[in-house]
């Protein structure tokens, strides 16, 4: 007898029920649809494809942009018994030729790979080889040029789906407008279009704008204001700095983050805030992504999205657990002409586009007519050094060019390290090393072929691990090394990469069509606006322009949001102070009490309550830890 993916569910992950769209979509998928899911960050997506990659024969391959997202999922399905397997840049050939095997032997029920490995055609030779039953499309709406974070390596994925003709394809995102979603299933070429969609609403999360000409200060109000983990999001690499430093010395503690950091700075970093060693991580746009850390109670924006969708995203990490939180956007008078300043950013002239476009391939030594389907390493810092440019007009000519075709830009990528002993065999014996470098160095002779001959890729993680030392040993041991002359090391790092994707072309040839430029200008100018009307219009519910956006129609403001919460009434004064004085008598009681019992003893229900307790909060007479209600001391 068959099992049920509701029998799948209980024997794997040990729950009793889906969430919300989780069963209709996996019901879609083993009935062989082609299938979209909108659902909000934290509704569940991967339990969408891995309870039928439990049921389906063969193997499931889930494209996804986020290492990070790989490694979590690969070790957190290892813990409950699932095989799976994650192809990256981080792994030795070694690493790397055993995943495959693994898949190709049946000893893997999903392989996890970035988008950027489809273009090699030894791997696509290797996938062929193997019974490939159902393809996911993790963070789909980079497949759509009219979306926010479009990817071109995503549109590979078109190409793929057609060797598994058999194979049904689920697209997954957390933020997509109608439009999006057609180009979506348009583009993953759909064969019948099947679409099951949450509601964007995430009634747990209360969304504020605070207006103010000083912005560190408005932050650490809300911060102190606010109980639990937090993250601030700002734009720019030196504010992340900054404004930790100042988090730090108003005795908040605090971290920073941002793509530019050495992996093992971001592994270090990661893992303090999600231990709860800080507090608060003031990031860019690169923090949170595949970061499953259910308890983030509060989320602020230093600085304005450009769009809904990168909002929505990144607001969306507050409260995963279903206990209430906050998004709170930070805004200063000048942010509106910041705003439209990054349209004009975003979409530099033609003829200076075509201008990178031409000191690019002089700067990376690449001949007309030549370059086509080569990978060349960009130092961008280095590029606009030298040429005088503005690193965002660089960034998105670049952008724009790799929309275009004639190039595919890649940005913050991180090469693997790699080690070639240079020291003749015969003079090694004369190495005076300490005891952990001694262990080191005798595993990386046992563990990697061709050191005396090559550069050879290795792992640290995967050092670390065997030895039972810390990276940061490893690496330690391996620079003292190289200080001998023993070894020459080139340590993993971060840098962005150029793929031309076409011959290089003689700069009048640069053709920049409307749908490319102009129409894409129309749509961020669009999604610009949307985003000022959420951020400085008070007309209206908070969460509904941002709901009205995703094409859905609420029925009533949502009664959390600052702009209905200056506006309710619905609560006469005396009801309201009775109201009160019950919750604090409840609250005062020895250990506190939930908002469910809270609400249970007042014959009302708790959304009813949630505005008058959040309320008490922001006065500071009661505290919300998780879920329990207590009297402020």
Known sequence: MSLSPLDVLRRHWGYDSFREMQLPIIDSILAGNDTLGLLPTGGGKSITFQVPAMMLDGLTLVITPLISLMKDQVDNLARIGIRAVALHSGLTRAEHRLGLDRCRLGKAKLLYLSPEKLQSKTFIEELQQMQVSLIVVDEAHCISQWGYDFRPSYLR????????????????????????????????????????????????????????????????????????????????????????????????????????????????????????????????????????????????????????????????????????????????????????????????????????????????????????????????SLFCERFRMRPPVVRNALAILSRAGYIDYVDEVTTRSRVMVVMSKHDLYSLRLDDTTDRVFQLLLRTYTGLFADYVYISEPLMASRLNITEESIYNALLSLARQHAIHYVPRKTTPYILYTTSRELPRHITLTRKVYEDQRERMAHRIEAMKRFIFSDTECRVNTMLRYFGEKPAEPCGLCDVCRSRRKTVRPTDYGALRDNILRLASQPGGHTVDYIAAQLSMQPATIIPHIRTLMDEGAIILTGNTITIAR
Not at 225 to 254: H, P, Q
């Open 157 to 380: 994925i078109a190409a793929l789906r057609r060797l598994f003709s058999d194979a049904p394809v689920l697209a997954l995102t957390a933020s997509a407008t109608p439009e999006v979603a057609d180009d979506i299933m348009e583009r993953l070429e759909f064969r019948s279009r099947t679409l099951f969609s949450k509601s964007f609403s995430r009634p747990n999360i209360t969304y504020v704008v605070r207006h103010t000409d000083h912005k560190p200060e408005m932050i650490l109000r809300v911060l102190r204001a606010t109980r639990g983990c937090a993250i601030v999001y700002v734009r720019s690499r030196r504010r992340t700095r900054e404004l930790a430093e100042i988090l730090v010395k108003e005795g908040i503690t605090a971290d920073f983050y941002h793509a530019g950091l050495a992996p093992e700075d971001k592994n270090t970093k990661q893992n303090r805030w999600k231990n709860d060693e800080v507090r608060v991580m003031v990031a860019t746009n690169a923090f949170g992504m595949g970061i499953d850390k259910p308890d983030v109670r509060t989320v602020i924006h230093a600085d304005p999205p450009s769009s809904l969708e990168e909002y929505y995203q990144e607001a969306g990490r507050a409260g995963r657990d279903g206990l209430p939180s906050y998004a709170v956007v930070v805004t200063a008078p000048a942010d509106k002409a910041t705003l439209t300043r990054r349209l004009n950013e975003s979409f530099p002239d033609k003829d200076t586009i075509r201008r990178v476009y031409e000191l690019a391939g002089n700067f990376l030594d690449v001949a007309v007519g030549s370059g086509y389907n080569n990978l060349y390493e960009f130092n961008f």
